[in-house]
C-alpha cells in the first residue's frame, strides 16, 4: 500500500482545487454586471479574510464574517460580497503572517501592533 501524500504544498493540487472552485465565485470580474466599486471590495483585502496555508495561500482564504453569505467557506481573494470590511493599511503585514512567510524581522515589528501613522 502506498503511503498518502501531503498535498498542502502540492503546486499541482493548488492548480486542480483552482480550476474547481473557480467558478463558484460570487462576483466575476469577466461578468457585464461587475460594478467598478467591487474592485476595492476585493475579499483579499477584507478583515475577515484569513488566508490559506501553502500553494493556495497566494490566492485562497476563509471568509470569517458572521454577516457574509460566504461565512464558513473558501473563497479567492478576488471575490467579494456586501459585507466586505477594508482591512486598512498594515494588511499586507498580517497577511504574510498568517501565510507563515513573513521574515523574523516582520514578526518583530508585528509583535508590538500595528505601526500608527504620523
Given at each position: 500500500m502506498t503511503k498518502p501524500t501531503f498535498l498542502?504544498?502540492?503546486r499541482e493540487h493548488a492548480e486542480a482545487c483552482h480550476?474547481?472552485?473557480h467558478h463558484r465565485r460570487n462576483r466575476r470580474q469577466e461578468?457585464?454586471?461587475?460594478?467598478?466599486?467591487w474592485y476595492?471590495?476585493?475579499?483579499?483585502a477584507c478583515r475577515y479574510y484569513v488566508p490559506?496555508?501553502?500553494?493556495?495561500?497566494d490566492d485562497y482564504g476563509a471568509c470569517s464574517n458572521?454577516?457574509?453569505?460566504l461565512d464558513g467557506q473558501v473563497v479567492f481573494e478576488h471575490d467579494g460580497c456586501e459585507q466586505h470590511a477594508n482591512a486598512g493599511d498594515w494588511w499586507t503585514e498580517d497577511a504574510k503572517l498568517c501565510?507563515?512567510?513573513a521574515s523574523s524581522s516582520d514578526r518583530a515589528l508585528r509583535a508590538d501592533g500595528p505601526k500608527q501613522k504620523s
Open positions: 498542502a504544498n502540492s480550476q474547481r472552485w461578468d457585464a454586471t461587475y460594478e467598478d466599486e476595492g471590495q476585493q475579499c483579499g490559506l496555508r501553502g500553494a493556495l495561500a458572521v454577516r457574509s453569505a501565510r507563515g512567510d
